[in-house]
């Protein structure tokens, strides 16, 4: 394969790519706004480029009636940067139809007819720019990337129809991406919203949201009736067990493989097992949700220092695990747990075990929980697909960025 064309191109393509420099394909661009106009302020962010400023931005972001002149008026289909932080991508491409103003501290350009703008904001998120970037800074930790220093630079183009064919075919798979992102976050926003509708009481229960058929009123139960603590110790050296650890995000999540398992513990005491619908929570976090149940179909190991438990033998067929892992997360659980919380003035949210179980709370029968559980299995399964998928079209899309540019 010859170095000036990529490993992989759209059929119909033949020609070799040449070698151009960036003087050449982009000029300066931006006014500062000098009348100080109302335009709406941005700030650039490595994850999303152009990001509208508000309050809750650092000093409070742009007000309305700030003085706006000394701020660079970008126009659309240009592109910004942040001179001090383009080694970590803060770079956007300006597409919103609108003038727009950002900081005077960043650099504004446009591109000449010769090369297509997509394009370019793909070649700009891709390793390619990153090797540039460090090719053309020398020494120091943090080196601002003027836009003299772009013009430096050299990159390969291929003709202009090439150019659009690629940069098309990357908007369409970061408008998937999109769409996943969105999906994601509209069932993660319906998952939460009745998360906080289980008000534990007998006069508004989660029953009033969506599960009209049934009738019975929720009963308060003592968590200490319901759950009895677990201790069952195991050998992380010698266990063929995974290891899983506890987030406030995600709940029960495996540690990667390369985690070395020789030096985490040097007592066989340091890690517990947790069998299959088993809850774990961290006694030190427990206020802010870190809890989750194993819902594998095969035990774990997980540290010694969090809290597991199980449903009490005695109340069988009256707890069902999937609503439980569900309520221990909700806004109401949460209240509970800080009202028993123990510790300093400062840092007050440890919960042992010895006080979770002192919690009363209402609770529903047991079909009801089972209906409930499942509604949020369903909106759990759904999550994680968004995300999967949405985790498989990123990576495509940075292994397709290293094989269709040169």
């Known amino acids: 394969m010859a170095d000036n064309v990529p490993k ?36 650039i962010t490595n994850e999303s480029g152009f990001v509208s400023q508000n309050e809750q931005f650092e000093n409070g972001g742009t007000m309305k009636d700030a003085d706006k002149s000394m701020y660079i ?31 005077s501290l ?27 970037v460090e090719s053309l800074q020398e020494g120091g930790v943090r080196l601002y990337f003027y836009f003299d220093k772009l013009q430096k630079g050299e990159l390969w183009l291929p003709p202009i129809e090439e150019q659009r064919k690629i940069g098309g075919y990357f908007k369409s798979v970061d408008n998937l991406i999109t769409l996943h992102q969105r999906k994601s976050v509209t069932i993660k926003k319906l998952k939460s919203g009745l998360l906080r509708k289980m008000i534990l009481t007998v006069e508004s229960t989660l029953t009033d949201v ?3 058929l049934f009738t019975i009123d929720w009963e308060q139960r003592k968590l ?15 266990s063929n067990l995974s290891l899983w650890s506890l987030t406030v995000e995600s709940g029960l999540t495996p540690k990667p493989e390369r985690y070395d398992r020789s030096a985490i513990t040097k007592k066989e005491d340091q890690y517990k097992m947790v069998h299959p619908g088993e809850i774990v929570f961290n006694p030190m976090n427990m206020t802010i949700g870190a809890i989750g149940m194993n819902k594998n179909s095969f035990p774990i190991a997980v540290s010694g220092y969090y809290i597991t438990m199980k449903e009490s033998s005695s109340n069988n067929k009256t707890i069902d695990p999937c609503f439980f892992s569900e309520w221990m997360c909700s806004p109401n659980a949460l209240k509970l747990y800080k009202n028993v919380a123990t510790g300093s003035l400062i840092e007050k949210q440890r919960v042992q ?38 985790d498989d079209l990123k990576k495509l899309k940075q292994g397709l960025l290293q094989q269709m540019l040169v």
Do not use: C
Not at 91 to 97: H, K, R, V
Not at 229 to 234: A, D, F, P, R
Not at 355 to 361: E, H, L, P, Q, V
């Open 8 to 43: 992989i191109r759209f059929p119909g393509f033949t020609e070799p790519w040449e070698q151009r420099k960036f003087k050449d394909l982009v000029f300066k661009s931006g006014k500062k706004n000098k009348k100080n106009l109302p335009y709406e302020s941005f700030s």
């Open 73 to 103: 008026i970008v126009s659309p289909n240009s592109f910004a940067y942040n001179p001090a932080r383009i080694n970590v991508g803060s770079i956007g491409y300006q597409a919103l139809g609108k003038n727009v103003i950002v900081s």
């Open 106 to 132: 960043y650099e504004v350009f446009k591109t000449s007819h010769e090369v297509d703008d997509h394009f370019l904001w793909y070649w700009f998120k891709s390793d390619h720019f990153k090797r540039l």
């Open 210 to 212: 969506f599960l009209p």
């Open 224 to 238: 200490g009736n319901l759950f009895f603590q677990t201790n069952e110790t195991v050998n992380p050296k010698t």
């Open 353 to 390: 075990f010895s006080t979770f179980s002192k919690i009363r709370a209402m609770f529903p029968k047991y079909e009801e929980q089972k209906k409930i559980g499942q509604v949020f299995d369903a909106l759990d399964d759904l999550i994680t697909l968004h995300q999967r998928k949405l």
